[in-house]
C-alpha cells in the first residue's frame, strides 16, 4: 500500500507556456502533500506543503504566483508552473503523508520537466 | 529552521566493505530521522528511519546510529554489493516538515 503516483513522467514545453503535473495518493487518504524540486546531482528542495481545502504554504524564495498548487480532493494535489522558462528545468517530485497513521512521507516517482 | 548537514558527498568502497554516511541537524527538536536511497531519475525511497527515542536501529546489512546530544545520526551499510550504489539522503523532521541532506553518491567497486 502507499502508492503515490504523478503525471505526466516528463514533460517538455515551450518557454511561455503553462505545465500542470498531478501527485496523487492511489490507496490511501492525504491530508498534506509537499512538492519538491530536485535539479541534477542536488538534493530534494522543499516548495511547498500543500493542504487539503486550504492554501499551500510555500517556502521562502519560491514564487507562488508561478508555482500554483492547488489540493483539491484528499488523493489528488496539483502543481502548476506558469509561464515556464529554460531555468524551470528540472525534476519535480512530490510526497504524500496518509491522513491517518504515521507521518511517513510516501514519495511519487517524479516529473521531469524540460522548458526549451 | 532546520539545517542537515551531510558528509561525505561522495563514497568509494570495495564489494563487501562497509560504508558510513554521518549527518549532522541543527533543531533539537527534530525528532524522526529517515534515510532514503535514490537511484538516478527515480523517486527516493525509504530505507530505514529512527526516532528520537532510539539510539541505534539495524535492518540486515542496513543500521543508523543517533546521538541526540550530539545532534548527529549515521548510516551504515556492511557487506556493501554493487546493487547499493547509489545517492543515499539523510533528512530530519520536526513537526511534519523534512529538510534534506545534500546527498551521498555510493560507488561499490566490484
Known amino acids: 500500500g502507499a502508492v503515490v503516483s504523478q503525471h505526466p513522467s516528463w514533460v517538455i514545453c515551450k518557454s511561455g507556456t503553462s505545465v500542470k503535473i498531478e501527485c496523487r495518493s492511489l490507496d490511501f487518504q492525504a491530508t498534506t502533500m509537499f512538492w519538491y524540486r530536485q535539479f541534477p546531482k542536488q538534493s530534494l528542495m522543499l516548495m511547498a506543503t500543500s493542504n487539503e481545502g486550504s492554501k499551500a504554504t510555500y517556502e521562502q524564495g519560491v514564487e507562488k504566483d508561478k508555482f500554483l498548487i492547488n489540493h483539491a480532493s484528499l488523493t489528488l494535489s496539483t502543481l502548476t508552473v506558469t509561464s515556464a522558462h529554460p531555468e524551470d528545468s528540472s525534476f519535480y517530485i512530490c510526497s504524500a503523508i496518509r491522513t491517518s497513521g504515521s507521518n511517513e512521507q510516501f514519495f511519487g516517482p517524479g516529473t521531469r520537466l524540460t522548458v526549451l | 529552521g532546520e539545517n542537515v548537514e551531510q558528509h561525505p558527498s561522495t563514497l568509494s568502497v570495495q564489494e563487501g566493505d562497509s560504508a558510513v554516511i554521518k549527518c549532522t541537524y541543527s533543531?533539537?527538536?527534530?525528532?524522526?530521522f529517515p534515510w532514503y536511497k535514490q537511484e538516478l531519475g527515480k523517486r527516493p525511497q525509504l530505507i530505514i528511519d529512527?526516532?528520537?527515542?532510539?539510539g541505534e536501529k539495524k535492518d540486515q546489512r542496513i543500521a543508523v546510529t543517533l546521538n541526540k546530544t550530539a545532534k548527529h545520526f549515521s548510516l551504515h551499510i556492511t557487506e556493501t554489493q554493487p546493487e547499493d550504489s547509489a545517492v543515499y539522503f539523510c533528512a530530519a523532521r520536526g513537526s511534519y516538515q523534512l529538510t534534506f541532506g545534500k546527498g551521498t553518491k555510493l560507488s561499490v567497486i566490484p
Open positions: 533543531d533539537s527538536a527534530s525528532n524522526y
Open positions: 529512527i526516532r528520537s527515542n532510539v
